[in-house]
């Protein structure tokens, strides 16, 4: 236990002297207050120069959706980027070797975060969302979305070979986010080609907040991390 | 002709790293969401795209790339060559901005918002020079990624708010000095077109040689080398 906290305070400790984890924190609080507090202004705004009665309101939940996304994505995109300059500089091969193991740099560089990325969302979506929300929906959400941005984590580590493949690999799996508009405006079976999509399913569920949705959801995140685990193991063994 | 060799390299590189492929795949998306969208929305939805995403392409990547040269020793080698400085940074700048430039005009022509191809590819090829510039300048002075994404934040900012503002309407006429704006206007096609190119060229001037001075200081501080 002592080399893995001792490898995740190495870690927690590099993202901070690059003041990314800061700029990472203050985005997603930001970016809870814009939805919070912008969004029900723009929308005033909209209304009284469109003349119209309602133009975001439909589309609330999808921003709580995206609020609880964004902040594992963030987090997860942080570890990520710092995962990959490790393995441009064999930090990563050689950490396997110590008492710290590949298990232990899984843990300290993908769950740990996950882990807080998880009691973030739940806290942010808690008290800055623009629906009601109950409160099983808000900790089995987050638990999606978490679970959502150790797939892009994955994915991004897992298919780049050096910093600039990562940065086109973190423009290209933001599309893993694009199942969740799809429940909003595509209402014909069309929007059944996104079930791939964790996000998607995690759309659906909140949507009709019908229990039955998480199955897919689970199993969809579930063949994804799998998937993508398998590739991310051969790469730092 | 040593700028056509290292435009020809960088454009390799860019291939060679998936930027191609990338926005092939971000060019048919964009082109898809726009037709999804309601009409009324198309123009602006566009404009916005492409302002914030192949415009800006290059704010983006460029810390990756000069990261990557500088862990790869590209840019010692580059500092004993005969190639300037000058040549160096216009080779980064006109390579993305090809890529941008092709890029916007697809997704332009896709959706159908384009009324002058001119203006239009003028806006974005001097948009996408000067969003590359501003990364080249911030990229010379980091040594790691995640500083780079941090500090192009406030740019990101800078440029990226008044310009929005604009596209959705706030147009008082002094903020056509604003670079941001410039390309808005040129994409749009408005009624300011004219100033807006000049005022466009005048930033590019300037965060072109503002990014010279930074890159020479830079290579100039490789090795030991000095001027």
């Known amino acids: 236990m002592k080399p893995l906290l001792r490898s995740f305070t190495m870690f927690v400790g590099q993202v901070f002297k690059d003041t990314m984890l800061i700029a990472v924190c203050i985005a997603t609080v930001f970016t809870a207050f814009f939805i919070r507090f912008g969004i029900p202004s723009i929308e005033t705004l909209l209304c009284d120069s469109m003349g119209k009665a309602v133009i975001l309101a439909d589309y609330y939940l999808l921003f709580d959706l995206l609020l609880a996304l964004v902040t594992p994505y963030m987090l997860c995109y942080a570890s990520a980027m710092m995962m990959l300059v490790e393995y441009d500089e064999n930090i990563a091969g050689y950490l396997t070797v110590t008492p710290v193991g590949k298990k232990g740099y899984i843990l300290s560089r993908l769950v740990f975060p996950t882990v807080i990325a998880y009691i973030v969302s739940i806290a942010l979506l808690s008290w800055f969302s623009l629906t009601p929300w109950p409160i099983l929906n808000i900790f089995l959400t987050c638990l999606l979305t978490s679970i959502a941005g150790i797939s892009m984590a994955l994915l991004l580590f897992s298919f780049s070979h050096n910093r600039v493949e990562g940065m086109a690999m973190a423009k290209l799996s933001g599309l893993l986010m694009l199942g969740l508009p799809v429940p909003f405006f595509v209402f014909s079976d069309i929007q059944y080609l996104f079930l791939p999509l964790p996000s998607f399913w995690i759309a659906k569920f909140c949507i009709g907040q019908d229990f039955i949705f998480l199955i897919p959801g689970f199993l969809s995140s579930l063949i994804w991390v799998f998937l993508l685990y398998r590739k991310f193991d051969k790469k730092i063994a | ?227």
């Not at chain 2, 700028?3 to 898809?32: A, C, E």
């Not at chain 2, 500083?147 to 990226?160: D, K, S």
């Open chain 2, 1 to 227: 002709m040593r700028i056509n060799v290292l435009l020809i390299g960088d454009i390799r590189f860019q291939f060679k790293y998936g930027f191609y492929f990338l926005y092939l795949i971000f060019t048919i998306l964009y082109i898809g969401l726009l037709f999804a969208l309601p009409e009324s929305w198309r123009e602006q939805a566009a404009i916005l795209m492409i302002f914030t995403d192949p415009a800006a392409m290059g704010l983006f990547f460029m810390g990756a790339i000069v990261l990557f040269e500088k862990g790869e020793r590209v840019l010692d080698s580059l500092a004993i060559s005969p190639v300037r400085p000058i040549e160096y940074v216009v080779s980064k700048l006109l390579s993305i901005a090809i890529i941008s430039t092709v890029v916007g005009l697809l997704i332009g022509l896709g959706s159908g918002i384009i009324t002058n191809p001119l203006l239009f590819i003028i806006g974005v090829f001097l948009g996408s020079c000067l969003f590359s510039a501003i990364g080249l300048l911030i990229a010379s002075n980091i040594t790691t990624l995640n500083q780079f994404i941090v500090a192009t934040i406030p740019a990101e900012i800078i440029i990226n708010v008044p310009a929005i503002a604009y596209i959705f309407g706030l147009k008082p006429s002094l903020m056509i000095v604003h670079p941001g704006v410039c390309i808005i206007e040129l994409c749009q096609n408005g009624d300011k077109a004219l100033p807006a190119t000049f005022i466009l060229i005048l930033w590019t001037i300037l965060s072109v040689l503002l990014t010279h001075r930074v890159v020479t200081g830079s290579l100039h501080s490789l090795g030991g080398v000095k001027p």
